[in-house]
C-alpha cells in the first residue's frame, strides 16, 4: 500500500495533510474540532467523498473525546452528536459518504444500551465511546473496501479490456484525484490502477489535468509518480485525440474514474468533465468504469436529476496558484504565487460536479463486487445491497 496519507489518527489526535499547498508542500494540519474539520472540507484541504467523510466523523470523535460533551443525560448527548453532525453535513452537498456516514454514526448512538444510566455520566460516556469506536472503524474499512475495489476492478477490465498491447497489458485514463489523497489509502479508481500496476497488468496510465482545481496534476500526478507507475498527464481537452490515437501505450482501454454520488438507476455524481469523458469514451468504443464504495452509492435518490451539484467560487477559474520557477527552469517551492489566468470582471459559472447518464457507463466497481446493467438496460444494486435496498 502507498506510504502518502491524507489523514493521519489515533484516538485524541487528528492530522490532515493540507492538500492546498501539494504538490510542492507536505504540511499536516491538526483537525480537533468540528469547526476545523467543517472549514477544512469546505476550503478542499481535504477534499474526495471518502476523505470528507472520514475527516468529518473522526474530528467530532476527537472533540468528544477531549470532552467537548458535557450533556448530563443519554438524550442529550445523543442530541448534541446530532446537532454537530447535522452541522457537518452541510461543508459539502454533493458527496453521499458524508451523508451515509453520518446516518451510520446517529443510529450507532442509538444503539447503545443505556439502561439504568440514562440520567448518569456513564450513559453519556457509553455513546460517546460506541461513538468514537464506530467513526474509527469508517477509517479502517475505508482502506479494506478500496483494496477489494481494486481487485474487483482490475479483474473485471482484464476480462473486458477492448484492446490490450501485445503483452496483454491495458491503458486506461483516469480524472481527477481518486487515490490516497482522496481516502484513508490505496484509494477507488486510481485503486483499481494502482492494482493492475502491482499485478504487472498495467501498460500505462493518462491522468488528466482536471481544471479548474486540477486535481489530476496537482494530486493524481504527484500520486503516480510517487508509485513509479508509468503514465502521462493531459489537459482535460486532449481525451478525444487520445482515444483516437489507438496506437501503443495510448491504444486506451477504460476510463476509470470515481464517485461522489451514484444512485438508484446508476447515474453517477462524480468532479467535472467526467460526462464529457464518458461521451466520449462511447463514441471510440473505450470501457467506461466507475470505482464507488457502497458507501458512495444513495439508494434514496432515484435518477441524477435529483443530485444538488456544488457551485465553487469564480476565482477558482480566474486565477491559479502554484510554485515559482525561477529562470533557471527549477521550481522555488519556498515561493507560492497566485496568478490572474482571466479578465476578473468575467461572469463564471463553475460547478464542481457533473452527471454521467447510467447508459454510459459499462460497470460500477464496489467492494462487494462488480456491477454492470441488465438486459433492461439498467443498473441493480440490490443484490450487493439488500440491507439498504
Ligand atoms: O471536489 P473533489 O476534489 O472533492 O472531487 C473529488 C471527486 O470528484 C472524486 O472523483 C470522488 O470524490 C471520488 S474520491 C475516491
Same mark, same amino acid.
Given at each position: 500500500m502507498s506510504g502518502l496519507q491524507a489523514i493521519r489518527y489515533s484516538r485524541g489526535k487528528l492530522e490532515v495533510l493540507d492538500? @492546498? =499547498?501539494l504538490p510542492h508542500e507536505h504540511h499536516y494540519d491538526e483537525v480537533s474540532t468540528s469547526e476545523e474539520a467543517f472549514d477544512s472540507i469546505k476550503s478542499m484541504r481535504v477534499r474526495g467523498a471518502p476523505a470528507i467523510a472520514i475527516v468529518a466523523a473522526l474530528a467530532h470523535g476527537v472533540e468528544l473525546h477531549n470532552g467537548s460533551c458535557k450533556a448530563p443525560t443519554a438524550d442529550e448527548t445523543i442530541s448534541y452528536i446530532d446537532s454537530r453532525l447535522d452541522y457537518l453535513k452541510q $461543508?459539502? !452537498?454533493?458527496?453521499?459518504d458524508l451523508t451515509n456516514a453520518i446516518t451510520h454514526l446517529k443510529t450507532t448512538a442509538r444503539g447503545v444500551d443505556v439502561s439504568g444510566k440514562e440520567n448518569s455520566a456513564s450513559g453519556r460516556d457509553a455513546i460517546i465511546d460506541a461513538y468514537i469506536t464506530a467513526a474509527e472503524e469508517i477509517f479502517r474499512k475505508d482502506t479494506e473496501t478500496n483494496l477489494l475495489i481494486g481487485e474487483h476492478g482490475s479483474k473485471w477490465l482484464l476480462q473486458n479490456a477492448p484492446t490490450k498491447s501485445t503483452d496483454g497489458k491495458v491503458s486506461v485514463l483516469t480524472h481527477c484525484n481518486t487515490g490516497s489523497l482522496a481516502t484513508s489509502?490505496?484509494?477507488t479508481a486510481l485503486g483499481i490502477i494502482r492494482s493492475l500496476h502491482s499485478a504487472g497488468h498495467l501498460n500505462h496510465a493518462f491522468c488528466t489535468e %482536471?481544471? !479548474?482545481?486540477n486535481q489530476g496534476s496537482r494530486l493524481t500526478a504527484f500520486e503516480l509518480v510517487y508509485e513509479k507507475i508509468p503514465s502521462t498527464l493531459i489537459t482535460d481537452s486532449m481525451a478525444g485525440a487520445l482515444f483516437a @490515437? =489507438? =496506437?501503443?501505450? =495510448?491504444? +486506451?482501454?477504460a476510463v476509470i474514474v470515481g464517485a461522489d454520488r451514484v444512485v438508484r438507476n446508476g447515474d453517477t455524481a462524480n468532479k467535472i468533465g467526467t460526462y464529457s469523458l464518458a461521451v466520449l469514451a462511447k463514441y471510440h468504443g473505450v470501457k467506461f468504469i466507475v470505482a464507488a !464504495?457502497? %458507501? $458512495?452509492?444513495? @439508494?434514496?435518490?432515484? %435518477?441524477?436529476?435529483g443530485i444538488k451539484i456544488e457551485e465553487r467560487k469564480a476565482e477558482e477559474l480566474t486565477q491559479i496558484s502554484g510554485a515559482v520557477v525561477g529562470k533557471d527552469g527549477k /521550481?522555488? /517551492? $519556498?515561493r507560492t504565487e497566485c496568478v490572474a489566468t482571466?479578465?476578473?470582471?468575467i461572469d463564471v459559472w463553475n460547478p464542481a460536479f457533473d452527471v454521467t447518464p447510467a447508459? @454510459? +457507463?459499462d460497470a460500477v466497481v464496489t467492494e462487494r463486487g462488480v456491477v454492470v446493467k441488465g438486459n433492461d438496460g439498467s443498473f441493480d444494486f440490490k443484490h450487493i445491497m439488500p440491507e439498504r435496498w
Open positions: 492538500q @492546498l =499547498k $461543508s459539502r !452537498p454533493t458527496a453521499v489509502g490505496h484509494g %482536471t481544471r !479548474p482545481y @490515437l =489507438k =496506437k501503443a501505450e =495510448k491504444n +486506451i482501454a !464504495p457502497t %458507501t $458512495s452509492i444513495d @439508494l434514496h435518490t432515484e %435518477t441524477g436529476a /521550481v522555488d /517551492v $519556498s482571466a479578465h476578473q470582471g447508459e @454510459l +457507463i
